[in-house]
Each structure stands twice: as structure tokens, then as C-alpha cells.
């Protein structure tokens, strides 16, 4: 059994998938739109049929799930602290790595470091307003 983050965006997954992907180098993701949604009950509005319905990106082996939560869907997007991904590697350089591109444009909660429970520890909110967490395991 494996324990998945999804992730929600306002109109902006795709730019985010992009953004992961180059980050993180997994493979390529497949990405279904609303518009691909196909019910011959349900017409998808035309201002959203660009939007990600679902996706799934891989982050040092874990899958995390992604899509755009349209407005009116009976489900408010709420930006905040009710999340944060959490990546727990053995490999301390692609952690570093991973930091060093995640920081550009986020506000840094605490510096990627050694702390008294891991060798390398970081908590930011990036400029998609995710909060990661990464933590070096031996």
C-alpha cells in the first residue's frame, strides 16, 4: 500500500508538472485535460477543457498526483499549510540539487542543513505555494 500526495492547482498544473519534471528528472508524465473527459451525459465547459484533469509525476520514486481544481466545481481551492510534500532520499547530492532549483522564488522555512535528525534537512514553500520538505536518510 503506498500513501499519495495530490496536489491541486487554480489553472496553473501544467506550468507546474513542466517546472517538477525538470527538477526532479522523472519520466514523462501522462497528462489527461477536462477536455479529454468524454461522458455523453456531461458537456465540459469550453474555458476549461485546457485544465489538468489528473496527472501523475515521479519524485524520487514516488508517485504524486496532480490536477487544477476549476472554480464552481463545489470545491474551493484553499492555498496553505494543510500539506507539504515530503522527500525522504539516501541520496544527499539530488536532494541537494533539488533545493538549490525548488528555492528560486520560495520562501525558505528552514535552510537545507544538517539538523539533530538528518544530515541534510530543508523546509520551503515554492513559488507555486507547495510546501516541500526534504530529508536526507541514510
Known sequence: MSTLCYVNFPGNAREAIA?????FRGPEPEIMSYGDY???NYQTPE?????????????FGSRIMI???PEGFGM??????NFSLAIVSNDLEKLKDAWHQLKVDAKVITEFSPSFFSEGYGYLIDKFDTPW???FEK
Open 76 to 81: 474551493d481551492l484553499i492555498k496553505g499549510n
Open 19 to 23: 517546472y517538477y519534471q525538470r527538477i
Open 133 to 135: 520538505q526534504l530529508i
Open 38 to 40: 468524454v461522458d455523453p
Open 67 to 69: 490536477s487544477d481544481t
Open 47 to 59: 474555458q476549461i477543457k485546457h485544465l489538468v484533469m489528473h496527472a501523475e509525476i515521479i519524485v
